[in-house]
């Protein structure tokens, strides 16, 4: 938060944080949708720019915009804009071209893993067994989820290029995890999520040049115009800003094992708007999901081993 804002209660970050999964599962759907009439880099250039122009018009409404801690940090900002933005979608975008939808999901899921490695090794975040046992559990969730719980989906998995790009993916949030820990120490969440949006914006824009398409951007549909809205807004202006505010005030581990509801989001909401079936395999990860979660925050609150 900037300027003299009263900072949220622990309990109100924990519930509030809720809503980044729920924004990043909406996400799914919509860019399935857009990627479909504008090209991938054209559609994440296009995204982040205009995010990345309202949060720095909102820092500066607010009176939040400080030159100072930009320019103190600057270098760990632009580490955010290079991982968590240019080179995450790079990775999932052109990864997704050459891998299954089970695969990706699966390798992206170890992102709160690496990210609580990261943590506890380099940044100094406490393990205790709560910790542990609530990523193992967040974990069979999520895989009992994208598997709808077959041991033949599982047998079946063979890994190719697309694979180890998505763990070129796991590898860039898990730094921009990391190096945001650091960063939002100095830099409110609010002014660290503008600058670091619009400067990995300004890395597509130049990637998304190379790859041609945006001819096609005045041609997209209104329901492309409306879901290039909500991922604007939602899944980019408020998670992101809400995901930084939640890694300087609950860690960079317990605010990555969120990530692991992002699946969970994404199946109930294709099922209410695409008409997806939802099986039992889902909601039994789902239980596993929350359960991990809950170990991971509220109850590992309430004690130390």
């Given at each position: ?30 860019t ?75 390798v ?20 205790n067994?709560r910790?542990?046992?609530g ?26 290029y697309?694979d ?62 409306l ?8 899944p ?70």
């Open positions: 938060m900037t300027g003299t804002s009263k900072p949220l209660s622990l309990n109100t970050v924990y519930l509030v944080m809720l809503l980044v999964p729920l924004f990043w599962g909406g996400a799914f759907g919509a399935k949708h857009v990627v479909t009439e504008i090209p991938p880099l054209a559609a994440a250039a296009c995204r982040f720019f205009l995010a990345g122009v309202i949060m720095t018009a909102w820092v500066a409404l607010r009176g939040g915009w400080d030159w100072s801690p930009v320019r103190r940090r600057w270098p760990g900002l632009l580490i955010l804009a290079a991982t968590g933005v240019f080179l995450y979608n790079i990775f999932f975008t052109v990864g997704m071209k050459y891998t299954t939808a089970i695969n990706a999901a699966l992206i899921s170890v992102n709160p893993v690496t990210t609580a490695l990261v943590a506890a090794t380099l940044l100094g975040e406490a393990w067994w910790l542990v046992a990523f193992i559990l967040s974990f069979l969730g999520v895989v009992a989820t994208i598997t709808k719980g077959s041991l033949a989906v599982l047998a079946a998995l063979s890994f190719s697309g180890l790009l998505m763990v070129g993916g796991v590898v860039s949030w898990t730094v921009y995890t990391s190096v945001a820990k650091l960063v939002v120490k100095d830099v409110p969440p609010l002014l660290a999520t503008s600058v670091s949006t619009l400067a990995g914006s300004v890395m597509l824009l130049a990637a998304s040049l190379i790859e041609g398409g945006w001819a096609r951007l005045p041609a997209a549909s209104a329901q492309t115009a879901e290039m809205a909500y991922l604007i807004i939602f980019t202006v408020l998670a992101f800003f809400l995901f930084n505010t939640g890694i300087k005030r609950i860690g960079a581990s317990r605010a990555s094992a969120y990530i692991n509801l992002t699946p969970i989001n994404a199946i109930w909401i294709a099922a209410l708007f695409y008409g997806e079936q939802v099986t039992f395999a889902h909601m039994s990860g789902a239980v596993l999901i929350i359960s991990g979660l809950l170990l991971i925050t509220v109850f590992n609150q309430r004690g130390r081993p």
